[in-house]
């Protein structure tokens, strides 16, 4: 069935290193594809979204990139912050507006 | 973007007892859908609820145990009933919205439940 799987977590990084969540979705034809993120005691943010083949979502120097041949929309960042420690939701959506989450990822970033 | 809050932000409930929360939107939405969040784990969809018409609940979910109410467009209210300390999440309240690129979700804070 329709899926959206992402990397296991936690992922624990120093400050400034760079930064690669995986995400792959399986679905029939081409859903728009999101990125949400969660801080410690919060409510789901929209991080970023794409919605057709090769489109890049960007936000707060975050980046995916809709692969559509590798069926993937993995999140990159250059340099994370601290500020950075969330847990990270790839998503994926459906007919009647729904939208499919993966498992979540909490990354950890040390000064 | 659509700006959500939800009452209460958490409680603790004793087993057997029900909550009723509140999610409340700024703008007028005609669908809005809650989901749970249990301790690690992803989002899971319970239910689309729209304006004038029966909640539509997903594969696990029941009316009489999660009961939800619709009564105009900006508010919706959700009842987990008989409350077990598997019913121990968080729970989100979130509508649709549409940008000049496609469809998007917005949630609320959510509602930390703990059941003892």
């Known amino acids: 069935g329709d899926s959206v799987t992402q990397m296991e977590g936690p992922v624990t990084l120093s400050e400034e290193a760079f930064l690669t969540i995986n995400c792959t979705y399986t679905?029939?034809?081409?859903?728009?594809l999101f990125w949400y993120v969660q801080y410690p005691g919060e409510g789901l943010q929209l991080l970023l979204k794409?919605?057709?083949?090769?489109d890049k979502g960007s936000n707060k120097g975050f980046e995916a990139t809709y692969r559509k041949e590798t069926t993937s929309f993995h999140l990159e960042k250059g340099s994370v912050q601290v500020s950075d420690s969330a847990v990270y939701f790839c998503?994926?959506?459906?007919?009647?507006?729904?939208?499919?989450f993966g498992s979540g990822t909490k990354l950890n970033v040390k000064p | 973007s659509a700006v959500i809050s939800q009452k209460p932000s958490r409680d603790i409930c004793q087993r057997g007892t029900s909550l009723t929360i509140q999610c409340q939107v700024d703008s007028q939405v005609t669908m809005m859908f809650w989901y749970r969040q249990q301790p690690g784990q992803s989002l899971t969809l319970i239910a689309t609820a729209n304006q004038g018409s029966e909640a539509t609940y997903e594969s696990g979910f029941v009316i009489d145990k999660f009961p939800i109410s619709r009564p105009n467009l900006t508010f919706s209210t959700l009842t987990v009933s008989n409350m077990s300390p598997e019913d121990s999440s968080i729970y989100l309240c979130?509508?649709?919205?549409?940008?000049?690129?496609?469809?998007?979700?917005?949630f609320g804070p959510g509602t930390r439940l703990t059941v003892t």
């Open positions: 979130s509508v649709e919205g549409t940008s000049g690129s496609g469809p998007e979700q917005y």
């Open positions: 679905a029939t034809g081409y859903p728009s």
């Open positions: 998503a994926r959506g459906g007919g009647f507006n729904k939208f499919y």
């Open positions: 794409a919605t057709k083949a090769d």
